[in-house]
């Protein structure tokens, strides 16, 4: 019998809870509010992060759980893939387990292969492990212990393989807790033979070859000077992605098609009246487009939802922002109907709201969101686009719809007509790029565009010292006291006016747009 999503998900927290002493801790909300340093909670170990650190205890030696993960900005920015394969998602579970000081390598790798085999029922002929091959120049040593441990629970030495620190070296930060991984994949076509053979490289992120679960040793630490040294206690963190052990456990070849997403298929075509999802991917069909336009749809409608429901505003997160337009785009292009995506809320809650009941909690609270993201988004493009249409007339060239979408676009474009005779060398100057962003709101993207449209070039250079002195100036007018009396401050003021004036050749003095 195959086992259903909830199941898949229920078996994990039993395995550690139940048969290993673990203890359950709920998933924290996407919105990471221990961890300024990313945009949204990106990992199962984020809210354990000071627990690493050695700045808070842990809750229990040994912890399970399953977290809710967005991967849109930052080091894990998974945005522009999604909708072109079938295991990246914007949002997706991931399931993990923790050692804190307790068990190591050991246990971890035979709980991992004891899961996959036996409750889980994975032919472990269909796995491929990795380690840590070592790096000279961080003077670390291969992970032989870790390559033996695979061997002993039965592992032909022809499928562990070793990788560098890009796939294999797991760091916190530039300084902080560190140690080598190992990567569980697992082959969708196992019928084609021996990745060897097949010429495949384990790592390459390929569909027919996905990277399930990721275990790392935390055993060093990274010191301020580069060097590593040996933690005192060693911990582990594993993340293994939930939507592809569905897929695998439901012997589907993409994560769409098992049943955390073919009820929101089933809801875009049945209140849209598109044809149904065909399950082609641009890497083998042109025809994909449409198919295409499901996932990328089917995928947002899960974030925003996530996203709303832990509190988060598409004002106050650009991020959230740009997916939740997106998706809307979709809804009203391709599928012809406006209110599809707020439509799509009650079946991801329908899908997740069991394993997270704030998002039950929330759905209305969420389709309100989404219909007021809705109508704002739409008052702005109508009344962009009649200026838009205006100085269409007036600038026949410029036809770049994109640009429209910028707010504050139409009349920083008459300005830039007005001004552009000035600007030497075909170059757009670093003052008035810095005026498009902050009297105009364009972002560093929309100048670009518009640089590339007009065939120009950007002082870059000069646009950014414009920027830090600006920031500092703010900083300056933020003080109770309104003055300069830090002497430091002073000097960087200084500083960055040097760099502004000695970037100006006598003949920019001419103009200044600021
Ligand atoms: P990949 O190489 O496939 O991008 P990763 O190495 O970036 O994955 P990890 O940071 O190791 O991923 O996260 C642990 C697990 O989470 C992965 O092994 C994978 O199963 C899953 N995972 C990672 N990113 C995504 C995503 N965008 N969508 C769905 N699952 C993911
Ligand atoms: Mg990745
Ligand atoms: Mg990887
Ligand atoms: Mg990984």
Redo the contacts with the bound molecule.
């Keep these: 019998r195959v086992l259903t999503a909830r199941e898949i998900r229920k078996t994990f927290i039993d395995f550690f809870t139940v048969n290993h002493e673990h203890k359950f801790v709920r998933s924290s909300p996407v919105v990471p509010f221990c961890d300024p340093t990313v945009a949204f909670v ?2 199962g170990m984020n809210q354990f992060k000071s627990v690493f650190l050695g700045t808070a205890a842990a809750p229990h030696k040994r912890v399970v759980n399953s977290q809710k ?1 967005v ?1 849109v900005g930052g080091k ?1 920015n ?1 945005l522009s893939v ?1 909708g072109q394969d079938g ?4 949002f ?1 579970e ?1 399931l993990g387990n923790w050692s804190f000081g307790d068990y190591f390598k050991q246990e971890a790798c035979a709980m991992a292969l004891e899961l996959l085999r036996g409750p889980y029922n994975i032919d472990p002929g269909r796995l491929y492990v990795t380690y840590f091959a070592g790096d000279k120049l961080l003077g670390i040593p291969a992970d032989m212990e870790c390559f033996e441990i695979w061997r002993s629970l039965g592992f032909p030495a022809s499928r562990i393989l070793p990788f560098g620190c890009k ?1 294999n070296f797991w760091e916190m930060g530039a300084t902080g807790p560190c140690g080598p ?1 190992t ?1 569980i994949h697992i082959d969708h076509r196992p019928e084609l033979g021996s990745v060897a053979d097949r010429g495949k490289l384990v ?1 390459a ?1 390929r569909s027919d070859l ?5 275990l790392v040793f935390i055993q060093y630490n990274r010191n301020p000077d580069g060097s590593i040294s040996q933690l005192p206690a060693h911990h582990v963190d594993t ?7 569905a897929a695998i456990l439901q012997s589907k070849s993409s ?1 769409y098609d098992t049943d955390l997403f073919s009820p929101l298929f089933d809801g875009i075509q049945q209140l849209s009246k598109a044809p149904v999802y065909g399950g082609s991917f641009p890497e083998t069909s042109n025809a994909a487009l449409l198919d295409t336009s499901y996932r990328i749809l089917a995928d947002h409608a899960r974030m925003v939802t996530a996203c709303l429901a832990d509190g988060m505003l598409p004002d106050q997160n650009q991020k959230l922002r740009r997916v939740l337009r997106k998706a809307l785009n979709i809804s009203e292009h391709v599928f012809a109907h406006e209110k599809l995506l707020s439509q799509l809320v009650p079946i991801v809650v329908e899908t997740l709201g069991e394993a997270y009941p704030e998002m039950s909690a929330k759905q209305e609270a969420v389709i309100d969101l989404i219909n007021h993201e809705h109508d704002v988004y739409k008052n702005l493009r109508e009344s962009s686009s009649k200026a838009f249409a205006e100085v269409l007339t007036e600038f026949p060239n410029l036809d770049d719809i994109d640009l429209m979408e910028c707010p504050g676009f139409v009349p920083a474009y008459r300005e830039f007509q007005v001004q552009r005779c000035k600007f030497p060398n075909n170059t757009i100057p670093g003052d008035f790029l810095y005026k498009l962003t902050d009297t105009y709101g364009l972002t560093e993207e929309s100048f670009l565009k518009l640089a590339e449209l007009e065939n120009m070039n950007c002082d870059l250079d000069r646009y950014r010292a414009e920027v830090s002195l600006a920031k500092i100036k703010s900083k300056e007018s933020q003080r109770e006291d309104g003055g300069i009396c830090d002497v430091a401050l002073e000097q960087r003021i200084a500083e960055a006016q040097a760099t502004l004036t000695k970037r100006l050749r006598p003949t920019d003095n001419s103009h200044k747009y600021v």
């Design positions: 990106n990992a993960c991967r894990h998974d999604v295991y990246h998602h914007t997706f991931m796939d991984c990567e790592n992120g996905t990277e399930l679960w990721n993340g293994m992605g939930f939507e592809r052990l994560n």
